[in-house]
C-alpha cells in the first residue's frame, strides 16, 4: 500500500500570501490530521476530518483552514501567510474510529517544508 | 485533560549500550499511548502502540515499552543502541476524551556515540 503522500515538499513564500497544502491519505483511511512541527512550539495540532467534515480543531487563528473532499483527500489553507507560519506541516492518516473509541495508530506523511520570507 | 510529559528533552548514550526515553501522561480514560521516531528532515513512524492488552508491548528495530497505570508512565526501552538509532522520539497519548485527538509530548533527542 501507498503510505501518506503530501504536497509540494517544499515551498517559499512572501508575507501576506497565501498557501495551499495537499495531502493524501492511505487507502480506505477515511481520517485526515494535519499538525504544525516547529523547533519552538513543538507538534501542534490543526485539524481533524473524516468524511468531508471537520471532527476536532485546535488552537489556531481562523487563517488557518482545511477541507476533505469525498476520496478522502484533504486540503489546508493558510491565508495572509506570517513569518511565525514557518513551519513543518505534517498530515496523517488513520482508519475510521469504531464506536467512538480509536485504538488506530496514525500513520504520516513526509511533511510540506514551509519557508515565509 | 490529556497530556504527555517526556521527562528528557537530550539523552545520549553509547553504542551497544542500553536506551530508556522516559515518558509520563495524564488522561481521564483509558488511554491509548504511542511512540513514534522521526529522522531529520522525514516525517513520523510508529514504533509501538498501547491499546488496553498486554502492558508490555514489543515494537520495530528492538524497541519495547512498558504500561505503568499505576505510575502513568510508558517508558521506551531498547537493550542495545545502535547509531541509526539517532534520532527524535515522541511520545502520544489518545484517548475518546477529547474525540482521540493525539497528544504530543515534546520530543526527545537521542545521540548514540560510536
Same mark, same amino acid.
Given at each position: 500500500?501507498?503510505?501518506?503522500? *503530501?504536497?509540494?515538499? #517544499? ?6 500570501? *497565501?498557501?495551499? %497544502? ?24 490543526? =485539524? ?5 467534515? *471537520?471532527?476536532?480543531?485546535?488552537? =489556531? !487563528? +481562523?487563517? =488557518?483552514? +482545511?477541507? *476533505? =473532499? ?10 495572509? %501567510?506570517?513569518? +511565525?507560519?514557518?513551519?513543518? #506541516? %505534517? ?9 467512538? #473509541?480509536? #485504538? ?5 506523511? !513526509? ?5 515565509? %520570507? | 485533560?490529556?497530556?504527555? @510529559? ?20 495524564s488522561s481521564s480514560y ?24 498486554? @502492558? ?20 521506551? @526501552? ?6 541509526s538509532d539517532a534520532a527524535?522520539? &515522541? ?10 485527538? &493525539?497528544?504530543?509530548?515534546?520530543? @526527545? ?6
Open positions: 500500500k501507498a503510505g501518506v503522500t *503530501q504536497t509540494p515538499r #517544499y515551498l517559499i513564500k512572501t508575507r501576506g500570501q *497565501q498557501v495551499t %497544502l495537499s495531502c493524501s491519505p492511505i487507502s480506505g483511511h477515511r481520517s485526515v490530521s494535519w499538525y504544525q512541527q516547529t523547533p519552538g512550539q513543538g507538534l501542534q495540532f490543526l =485539524f481533524e476530518y473524516f468524511s468531508e467534515t *471537520q471532527r476536532n480543531k485546535g488552537n =489556531f !487563528p +481562523g487563517r =488557518f483552514s +482545511g477541507r *476533505q =473532499f469525498s476520496n478522502s483527500r484533504s486540503e489546508m489553507n493558510v491565508s495572509t %501567510l506570517e513569518l +511565525g507560519d514557518s513551519a513543518l #506541516y %505534517l498530515c496523517a492518516s488513520r482508519l475510521p474510529s469504531s464506536g467512538g #473509541y480509536s #485504538y488506530n495508530e496514525q500513520f504520516f506523511g !513526509p511533511g510540506t517544508r514551509l519557508t515565509v %520570507l | 485533560a490529556q497530556s504527555v @510529559t517526556q521527562l528528557d528533552s537530550h539523552v545520549s548514550v553509547s553504542e551497544g549500550t542500553p536506551v530508556l526515553l522516559r515518558c509520563n501522561y483509558s488511554p491509548s499511548l504511542f511512540w513514534y521516531v522521526q529522522h531529520p528532515n522525514k516525517g513520523l513512524q510508529l514504533l509501538l502502540k498501547y491499546t488496553s492488552a498486554a @502492558t508490555l508491548v514489543k515494537g520495530i528495530n528492538g524497541f519495547e515499552a512498558e504500561f505503568k497505570k499505576s505510575e502513568t508512565s510508558f517508558h521506551l @526501552t531498547k537493550p542495545s543502541a545502535h547509531m527524535e522520539y &515522541f511520545c502520544v497519548v489518545s484517548d475518546r476524551d477529547t474525540g482521540n485527538q &493525539f497528544y504530543f509530548g515534546t520530543g @526527545t533527542s537521542l545521540t548514540v556515540i560510536p
